[in-house]
């Protein structure tokens, strides 16, 4: 239907209120449907057992072989009471398991205690990011608000599936079972591990937990054991999903989102003060107590890029900035209705520079970005390629594509699947020295089979289209967050 014609029609259901006629309730139905991206956020019913997936496009690269592990929100809605914010569902992890040119998909939620109670009274009742939940949850102890949905982090023959307020839960990589919730010691149990986790080229493994104006940074041995857990205190009490890190730094971004009350749901606790403007704070890694802060005009973001830094100690790295917390508060909560404009512009690369005398900066790239990954044997070491879903538009959301952005040159390296497809993060596989002699692999949910697929594309040539694409025989909404395990 053009958009004329739903004008036309929405315009002769107001008038004819009060007289109902066949044509204005069939118009008023079609108002009512579900908008074209809808799988994007549908409810998956049960596990998926494996499943071989069908090359449907192209060649497979030789001798790929991997896993690609992805995590995500699956199941949003019950009888008795619903999710109402897209990152509030519960967690499905998948396993994408590539053996030279072969590929399996199988797929299990992650067996929280929300779930679990959820499941027997069939209502979502649980409180969360954007959901409010209600007297029935059973909170007893500090994971039951648990939903496992963000991100992975391979351990072993586990796969630890990472939410943001509390622990991660261990699942067995080969089935994708469910074990436990992690204690890296039994002290720190309930502090919460945040979904994104950086990695030192020598294994060392960084995290951020939060609790108001306090943060306790994880550091992590190459075993996943723990090494120190130290609690910090933060220049001011600022929502942040994510961190980066260089080489010998971590660098907090803090955006003028602020904790101002308790209560629930947990966004509903902050408030947007842009005129506070965006702080950055880098740590040294050999001694959390010396730090820096930097000064930026205000931006929101959930992502940040691997940072790195120059012989100058000059400080670079990416981020998707929003102007907003539009599409946080209202935007996520629309996708989960699954009807109607969702609110929130996309966010825009942007390249933020720390200079040694103190100034910051931040230019932008122009172009459309979520997601942003990076090579990585180059995480906290310099780089110039940065790989990032693209296509949002202001009348449609969720990506489309896939590109990769070269800093410095300035060029970007784009394909669309156009609105047949939303796309999810890319991980990257490097197969040579060079950052475009990499392997991007990422799913995509064909909206016109209504099934999830998984490509390869070539980080050279990104534009010229997936050169390998598998088909599933289900659709899987989108995910948020994977990593590869070669
Ligand atoms: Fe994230």
Known sequence: MTASRRSFLMGAAALSAAVVT???????????ASADWALATADLEADVAPWVMRLVHGRAPAGLTGTLFRNGPAKFRRPGGSA??????????????????QVTLDARFADTPKR????????????????????????GGTED?????????????????????????????????TKRFVALRDDLKGMPFQAHPRYDPDGTIWNIGLDADKAVIWRLNADRSLHTAEVLDLPRASYMHDFTATARHLILVLQPWIFGRQGMPYAARFQWKPEMGTQVMVIDKADLSRRRIFELPSFSYFHLGDAWEDGSGTIRFDVAAGKDVAFALDGARVLVEQRGVVPGEHAVLNLITLHTDGRAEM??????????RSDPRRAGLPRRLTVHTAGERPDRPLPTGLATWDWDTGRSDYFSFGDAQIMEEAVIVPRGPDET???????????????TELHAFDAARVADGPVASWRADVALPAGFHGVWAG
């Open 84 to 101: 109402t914010h897209w990152f509030d569902g519960d967690g499905l992890m998948r396993a994408f398991r590539v053996n030279d040119g």
């Open 363 to 372: 230019v932008s790239s122009g172009v459309t970005a979520e997601f942003p």
């Open 116 to 139: 679990r109670w959820e499941s027997e009274i069939d209502a979502v009742v649980t409180p969360g990011f954007g959901t409010i939940g209600d007297a029935r949850a059973r909170i």
């Open 145 to 177: 608000a648990n939903a496992a949905n963000t991100s992975v982090m391979v351990a072993g023959d586990e796969v630890w599936a990472l939410w943001e307020g509390g622990a991660p839960l261990a699942m067995d990589a080969s089935d994708l079972s």
């Open 437 to 451: 002699d990499a392997w991007l692999i990422a799913p995509s949910i064909n909206l016109r089979e209504g099934v």
């Open 22 to 32: 066949p044509e204005t309730v069939r118009a008023m139905a079609a108002m009512q």
